[in-house]
């Protein structure tokens, strides 16, 4: 059941009116084979018979993801295990703001699902502008459409991270590795900031590239683990060769492993840079 309390018209600083005394959340669903899932909005709600995202006001103690994930599901049926989030962005006007989390859709399936919907579709991203589109919705098009097809990929080079804190690793290597793969979960859950822009959060796939007496970390939700069976440098490099449009973070302090993947188009985050941000979960 909807929080009453949160679904109110209020009226920001800038003048003008907004749905959701905590703010509004939309969820921005990618098929790669489909397009983006946009919905038409019937004729007597705010806006009506414009296209936008499935969306609403989030209630309270409700992050934006979930407050999203929940409105895509009652709008347009879209059950919240059918994608992930990759990132979100948000538009601040200080006393209100919206959030848009990009998620890319594994087969979702979308229907009209309640009143508020008059239509959903999925509509090739470049055909977007064609259509009769919320004007907020329509502003922040051109920027939500530069990140479709992009994921953030952070690389970890466990030897490296691990051993750049003297806490006694060195007596027992899988344990220390798996301490820090279990911490990555957290971040992968957590999000990162983008380092460009504030108003940016990314969900990253995170692969922990292991080797030595760490070979035989598993992996657990949010970390994929890579065993190098000799090189683990050469194993971080051909990982990298591997994310193909991606944006790449590679978290080490090796200078020859930093000048290699940076060659591939990869950045790099220093390991006190990611132990601070891990300590901070």
């Not at 939309?26 to 499935?54: F, K, Y």
């Not at 979960?185 to 590239?209: F, N, S, Y």
């Not at 994929?224 to 080490?252: F, H, M, P």
């Amino acid at each position: 059941m909807s929080d009453p309390s949160a679904s109110v018209f209020v009226r920001c600083s800038c003048g003008h009116l907004h749905w959701g005394r905590y703010g509004a959340a939309g969820l921005l669903l990618v098929d790669p084979a489909r397009g983006v899932l946009l919905q038409r909005r019937a004729w007597w709600v705010h806006h009506g018979r414009t296209w936008a995202l499935p969306g609403g006001a989030i209630e309270a103690g409700e992050t934006a993801v979930k407050a999203a994930a929940r409105e895509a599901f009652e709008e347009a049926s879209v059950p919240a295990g059918a994608f992930r989030a990759v990132s979100a962005s948000v538009v601040d006007h200080g006393d209100w703001s919206y959030t848009t989390v990009l998620a890319v859709a594994d087969g979702a399936e979308a229907r009209v699902a309640n009143t508020e919907s008059a239509e959903v579709r999925w509509v090739d991203p470049d055909d977007v502008p064609g259509y009769r589109l919320h004007h907020d919705f329509a502003a922040a098009w051109p920027d939500l459409r530069d990140r479709i097809g992009h994921e953030l990929v952070l690389v970890v080079d466990a030897a490296n991270v691990v051993g750049s804190r003297p806490d006694g690793w060195w007596r027992d290597r899988h344990g220390a590795a798996e301490r820090v793969r279990d911490q990555l979960a957290k971040l992968a859950e957590a999000g990162v900031p983008d380092p460009g822009d504030p108003a940016v959060t990314w969900w990253p796939r995170i692969v922990l590239v292991v080797e030595g007496k760490a070979r035989h970390v598993g992996p657990v939700p949010g970390v994929e683990v890579v065993a190098a069976d000799t090189d683990g440098d050469s194993k971080i490099v051909e990982v990298v060769a591997k994310q193909a449009g991606a944006r790449i973070l590679v978290a080490t302090a090796d200078r020859e492993l930093r000048r290699r993947v940076e060659a591939l188009g990869a950045s790099i985050l220093g390991p006190g840079t990611l132990r601070t941000q891990l300590d901070g979960l």
